[in-house]
């Protein structure tokens, strides 16, 4: 099974290798990959300054086997282009300035997202693999108190969403049945869901949060959605005011989201927790890898008798955490009877990075083996990052 994954980029976890030489027909960009495992369909990022003062701002992209490459062009001014990148080896892509955008043709979306203003501000997005939900102010208005990530099942590649409110807001169709491309079969409620992250307060609680305040739609595709999310001011210990900021990162290909969090109006340093819910129909569903770099589990849905499949979730951290492990919760939530968590700890003006995401079994993870190992590579290839050189 190819379960391709994105590698993020950054001066936080190491730099992309890239060579750049400028010629009368272009600039040719080189990226290699370090290790002997293939990575496929990974959007990788570019340094937009090295390609744009040389070409200006409208090219043309090609691969070594000629095709045509999707880019985008992103807020923090870096080209992005998908490939696949053999182990040990070295993918060229040709970069050629254009008249008029003569010869680009327009890209498909993959990623996108969109504020349901007409379904209490729900939050949700997509790429080719799977889709996701945060409830909004008007939810929480409501007096709603789900608290974690919610997850749309996906079994096609081009987006769907906006079809499932749009039908279902119309009453022609229930975005709870799968008529073809997926549906919504999982249960969050007032837990950390699919791979939220949560303050721990000084009694051993965990302080979920509800719903985001402001949410800021900062790149929507083709290849990649980001998403800034303010959640509501919460009283953390003796610090009043406290609000977490998330940058939620999903790039086409991926199953895991990269979010980036911090927190404002905190005096001294707390527990943090990032973590998955274990629901009662597979209670013990789920595999903690002894290395801690990631956590898994087969949720079994809402209604297993359905024939709903199963999603597997999955949550990789980016640094080593204190401790992961099970905890059960006393009393159960409805359906929910513990987590399977990460524990860090959060320093005042600090920012956490960590991944999670989801796959489906009708939407091409074909079971907890072939997900733990997916898992696995995507921690492996941070650590090992496609390595840069500017030439």
């Known amino acids: 099974m190819n379960m391709s994954g994105t590698i993020y980029l950054s001066t936080a976890l190491a730099a992309v290798a890239i060579c750049l030489c400028s010629c009368s027909r272009g600039v040719t960009v080189s990226v290699y990959n370090p290790t002997t495992t293939a990575r496929n369909g990974l959007v990788v990022e570019i340094d937009a300054s090295s390609i744009t003062n040389r070409l200006g701002n409208v090219f043309s992209v090609r691969d070594p086997e000629g095709n045509s490459v999707t880019t985008q062009l992103t807020c923090d001014n870096k080209i992005l282009i998908q490939g696949d990148f053999p182990g040990l080896q070295t993918r060229k ?175 001294k340093e707390y527990g943090l927790v990032n973590g998955i819910v274990v629901h009662k129909q597979n209670p013990e569903g789920y595999v903690l890898d002894e290395g801690k770099r990631y956590l898994a589990y087969a949720d079994l849905t809402d209604n297993p008798a359905n024939d709903n499949g199963t999603i597997y979730i999955g949550i990789v951290n980016a640094e080593e955490p204190a401790a992961t492990g099970y905890e059960g919760l006393d009393p159960n939530v409805g359906d929910a009877v513990g987590h399977i968590m990460s524990h860090a700890s959060y320093k005042p003006g600090e920012k956490y990075v960590y991944y999670w995401g989801s796959g489906w079994s009708k939407g091409g993870v074909k079971d907890m083996n072939a997900w733990t190992e997916y898992l696995e590579g995507f921690h492996d290839a941070l650590q090992h990052p496609l390595e840069v050189k500017v030439k």
């Not at 102010?137 to 590649?157: A, Q």
């Not at 997926?182 to 869901?193: E, F, I, K, Q, R």
């Not at 939620?248 to 990269?258: A, E, P």
Request: hydrophobic share 30%.
């Open 93 to 267: 892509f040709f970069f050629k300035k254009v008249k008029d955008s003569e010869g680009i043709s327009p890209a498909d979306t993959f990623c996108l997202g969109q504020i349901r203003h007409d379904m209490q501000d729900d939050f949700t997005w997509e790429n080719d693999r799977g889709g996701y939900r945060l409830y909004g102010p008007s939810y929480r208005k409501g007096g709603g108190n789900v608290s974690g990530y919610d997850i749309w099942t996906k079994s096609v590649d081009y987006p769907v969403l906006t079809a499932r409110y749009d039908d279902h807001m119309a009453g022609k169709i229930s975005y709870h049945k799968d008529y073809g491309n997926g549906m919504d079969v999982y249960t969050v409620g007032h837990t950390l869901g699919a791979g939220m992250d949560a303050l721990v307060l000084p009694s051993g609680e965990i302080a979920y949060p509800c719903a985001y305040q402001e949410c800021n739609i900062i790149e929507n595709g083709p290849l990649r959605m980001t998403a800034k999310i303010t959640c509501y001011p919460e009283t953390i210990g003796e610090d009043e005011g406290v609000v977490e900021t998330r940058t939620i990162t999903l790039d086409k290909g991926s199953w895991l989201n990269r979010t980036e969090v911090s927190y404002e109006g905190l005096t």
